[in-house]
């Protein structure tokens, strides 16, 4: 049986009666707890092919403001989906990379990629 799955509608994670008791978490709420949103599912696409800097990330991310980006990126690094490398350069220089565990979202990453081709834009186009 699989554990009891609860999400708000902002697509945070909130405490469950089951997981008050003790029992499992859900492990579709944990995922979307760490990748949901809006912006965070295109940010991890957007560097499944390598590293990237904050402006090709950001050209990649449709209508994103760069403050916004910025904490997007932060909360990735801290749940340890994504690295940030700062080089000493003039000027300045960071890029940033998925960890072993962000590219571990490649399969999920594919699956939403095959899902919006084939049901969206296919049924999109004349």
């Known amino acids: 049986m699989l554990p009891y799955c609860n999400l ?17 978490k ?3 709420t944990e995922m979307l707890y760490l990748i949901g949103g809006k912006w965070k599912p295109i940010i991890l696409y957007s560097l499944k092919s390598g590293k990237k800097r904050f402006g090709e990330i950001a050209a990649r991310v449709p209508n ?10 932060k909360e990735l690094e801290k749940d340890g ?5 700062q080089f000493n350069e003039i000027p300045p220089r960071v890029e940033y ?4 565990l962000g590219k571990s979202l490649s399969p999920v990453l594919n699956e939403m990629e095959k899902w919006g081709q084939e049901n969206i834009v296919m049924k999109n186009e004349p």
């Open 64 to 73: 994103i403001s760069r403050k916004v980006l910025t904490e997007q990126l």
């Open 97 to 100: 990379e998925l960890t072993g």
């Open 8 to 24: 708000k509608d902002s697509g945070n994670l909130i405490v469950t009666i089951a997981m008050k008791r003790g029992e499992k």
């Open 26 to 28: 859900c492990p579709v």
């Open 81 to 85: 989906l994504l690295t940030r490398t």
